[in-house]
C-alpha cells in the first residue's frame, strides 16, 4: 500500500475527472487520477467537438482529452493508468477510504468518482465498422455533421425522442425507428415527435445492418411483425438506446436511482457517504455534455475541497 493518505483520489479519467484534478491540484490536495480502461473517456471516441468552449476553431475529442491532462499534469496531479477493483469506504465523516486498482491500494480522506457512463449499442458488426463514419450515440455532438442530410435514430425513449427532434431541425429528414408498437418516451415527448413535419416513426422497426462505402449510405431495417426488410437512404445513424453508468463497483455501497446513476445531495456533489463525491455522467442522465461534466468536476473538487478542511485539517 502506498504510505501516504492523499486528500483525494480521483476515479475517473474523462472532462469530470480532469477538471477536478485540476482544481484539487491548484488547492494543494495532491490529487491522484486512476484513469480506468479507457483514458480520457467517451470523448476519445468523438471526432470534431464544436461546443467546447474557448475552441472557436472546434477540436478533436482526444486533443481536448490531451489538453485537459496537460493542465491537470501541470498542477501536480498524478495520474496513474489503473483501474480500480475495489473501494472501501469510511463510514463516517474524518474516516478514510481505501482504493484498490489492479496495481496498488490507495488511500484518501476523500474520494470524486467520475467514472462516466457508456452509450448502450445494439451489438451490430456495423456499428463498430462505421463508428465515426456514419453511426454516432450523441445527436449533440454529431448532428451538425449532417445538416440537409438524411438520418435515422434508433430508440423509443425519451433520449430517442429528443435527439430525433433536435436532429430534425438540423437535417432535412429523420426516421425514428421505434421496435415496439409504442413508444416508452413521456407523452410530452411523444407530442413534439408527433409534431414535427419532418420526423416519420417507423413503429414495430430494427436496425439489422448498415451499408456504404466507407461511410454509411443505407440502413438495412425490418418490420419484427411482418419480416419485411428494407432499406433507408440516409447518411448517419444515431442509436438512443440509453446510456449505462459505470457504477458497478459501488453497488450497495452507494445510493443510485433505478438505472444505476448516483444520487448526488441536493446542490451539491457529494454521495450518501461522506467524503465521497461525483461528478459528471454517473451522476447525470440529463445533460451528459462534456462542458457540464467538466462543471460538475470543478464543484465537485471545491466540495472535496471544504470537506477535508473541515474534518481533517487543525
Ligand atoms: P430508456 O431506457 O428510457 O429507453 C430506451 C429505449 O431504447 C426504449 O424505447 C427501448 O425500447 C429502446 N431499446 C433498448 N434496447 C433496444 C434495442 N436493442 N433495439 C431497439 N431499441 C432498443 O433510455 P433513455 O436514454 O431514453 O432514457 C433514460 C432516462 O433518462 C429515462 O428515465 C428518461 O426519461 C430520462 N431522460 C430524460 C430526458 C428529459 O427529461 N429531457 C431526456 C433523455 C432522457 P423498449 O421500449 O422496447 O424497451
Do not use: W
Request: glycine share 10%; hydrophobic share 35%; with cysteine.
Amino acid at each position: 500500500m502506498e504510505n501516504n493518505v492523499r486528500d483525494v483520489i480521483i476515479i475517473g479519467s474523462g472532462p469530470a475527472g480532469y477538471t477536478a484534478g485540476i482544481y484539487a491540484a491548484r488547492a494543494n490536495m495532491n490529487p491522484l487520477i486512476l484513469t480506468g480502461m479507457e483514458p480520457g473517456g467517451q470523448l476519445t471516441t468523438t471526432t470534431d467537438v464544436e461546443n467546447f468552449p474557448g475552441y472557436p476553431e472546434a477540436v478533436t475529442g482526444p486533443e481536448l482529452m490531451a489538453d485537459l491532462q496537460k493542465q491537470a499534469e501541470r498542477f501536480g496531479t498524478e495520474i496513474k493508468y489503473e483501474y480500480v477493483t475495489e473501494v472501501t469506504f469510511g463510514e463516517k465523516e474524518g474516516d478514510v477510504h481505501t482504493v484498490k486498482s489492479n496495481n496498488g491500494t490507495y488511500q484518501a480522506r476523500s474520494i470524486i468518482i467520475s467514472t462516466g457512463a457508456t452509450a448502450k449499442y445494439l451489438g451490430l458488426d456495423d456499428e463498430t465498422k462505421y463508428a465515426g463514419s456514419g453511426v454516432s450515440a450523441c445527436a449533440t455532438c454529431d448532428g451538425f455533421f449532417y445538416r440537409g442530410k438524411d438520418v435515422a435514430v434508433v430508440g423509443g425513449g425519451d433520449t430517442a425522442a429528443e435527439e430525433a427532434t433536435y436532429l430534425s431541425k438540423l437535417c432535412n429528414k429523420v426516421y425514428l425507428l421505434v421496435r415496439k408498437e409504442e413508444m416508452r418516451a413521456s407523452k410530452a415527448m411523444q407530442d413534439r415527435v408527433a409534431n414535427t413535419h419532418n420526423l416519420e416513426v417507423l413503429y414495430n422497426h430494427e436496425l439489422i445492418g448498415l451499408e456504404g462505402n466507407n461511410v454509411v449510405e443505407k440502413a438495412k431495417i425490418i418490420n419484427n411483425v411482418t419480416n419485411e426488410e428494407k432499406e433507408l437512404i440516409v447518411d448517419g445513424v444515431f442509436i438512443a438506446i440509453g446510456h449505462k453508468p459505470n457504477t458497478e463497483l459501488f453497488q450497495g455501497k452507494l445510493d443510485m436511482d433505478e438505472t444505476g446513476y448516483l444520487i448526488t445531495q441536493d446542490r451539491s456533489y457529494k454521495t450518501n457517504v461522506a467524503g465521497v463525491f461525483a461528478a459528471g455522467d454517473v451522476q447525470d442522465s440529463v445533460y451528459r455534455q462534456a462542458i457540464t461534466a467538466a462543471g460538475s468536476g470543478c464543484a465537485a473538487a471545491l466540495d472535496a475541497e471544504r470537506y477535508v478542511a473541515e474534518f481533517f485539517e487543525a
